[in-house]
């Protein structure tokens, strides 16, 4: 066994034999440390990534090895480190390294939503499981309600508002990636993998997809692609009328105020 710490933990972590193990900070800041594990394994060059959040800030941490588990939609979680209360240390994942991985937008964004629908099905009879791992329940009236609460818009929430929230609020729950963006949609060789899942929630997943159409609407520079609405619903078997579309873009302009930076 090497004497250096880190090559001992990439091992363990690993199981399996590794050497020369060197690390690189990426970013550091008050709300999240990434760091970069380069090794050798196999006569091979590899890399990892720890990412480490602050303990009110984890939900990743406890979230991401079940949904690992469930789909390949989501980084491969390698272990995880979680800190007794009186430690004063930050939980931390070590997972499969994919900053550099060029954004699915680059290509046709219908296949994020085929990878949000895969990871809704995988998870789809574990609600219990995903609310004791700290998502939260967040529908879509309850959204709309925490934005008049809070003030956190330029106008009042009006009556068309709350009734595009209450009109969503009819749709099933599912677990809701929160912030589905040309960002947080990487392609791999297996595919599209969503990462960043710090301000996932139950809730509509219409809202994931009206972040999305938004967001690749700037990404591209080209009008918003509505075929994506219409794509999600042929995945879930749910027909996605104008009436919804219009309801899940009001209803998620106004989440963006209340849901987590």
């Known amino acids: 066994m090497s004497d250096d710490p880190l090559t001992n933990f ?15 900070v990426v970013i550091k800041n008050r709300s999240v440390e990434l760091e970069r594990i380069r090794f050798r394994q196999e006569g091979e060059d590899r890399t990892v990534l720890v990412k480490r959040v602050p303990p009110d800030d984890s939900l990743e941490v406890q979230l991401l090895p079940f949904l690992a588990r469930k ?3 989501v980084p491969i979680v390698r272990s995880r480190g979680i800190p007794p209360p009186a430690v004063p240390a930050w939980p931390w994942l070590l997972t499969e390294e994919l900053i550099d991985a060029p954004s699915a937008c680059h290509g046709d964004p219908a296949a994020i939503v085929r990878a949000k629908a895969v990871v ?31 003030a956190l818009i330029d106008r009042p929430i009006d009556a068309e508002a709350r009734s595009a929230a209450d009109r969503l609020g009819e749709l099933p729950t599912v677990l809701c990636h929160g912030d589905l963006v ?22 509509c997943g219409l809202l994931d997809v009206a972040r999305l159409v938004a967001d690749v609407a700037a990404f591209t520079g080209e009008n918003e692609r509505d075929d994506l609405f219409e794509r999600y619903g042929e995945l879930i078997g749910m027909t996605v009328t104008s009436d919804l579309k219009r309801a ?14």
């Open 10 to 24: 990439i091992a363990r972590s690993l199981r399996a034999e590794v050497s020369d193990v060197r690390s690189e």
């Open 248 to 261: 899940a873009r009001l209803v998620e302009k106004a989440a963006r105020a209340v849901l987590p930076d």
């Open 120 to 150: 809704e099905r995988a998870v789809a009879n574990d609600q219990p499981a995903l609310r004791a791992l700290g998502a939260r329940t967040l529908a879509p009236p309850t959204l709309v309600d925490r934005v008049a609460e809070r």
């Open 182 to 203: 040309c960002a947080n949609a990487r392609q791999t060789d297996r595919g599209v993998v969503l990462v960043e899942w710090r301000r996932a929630y139950l809730g």
């Open 71 to 73: 789909t390949d939609r």
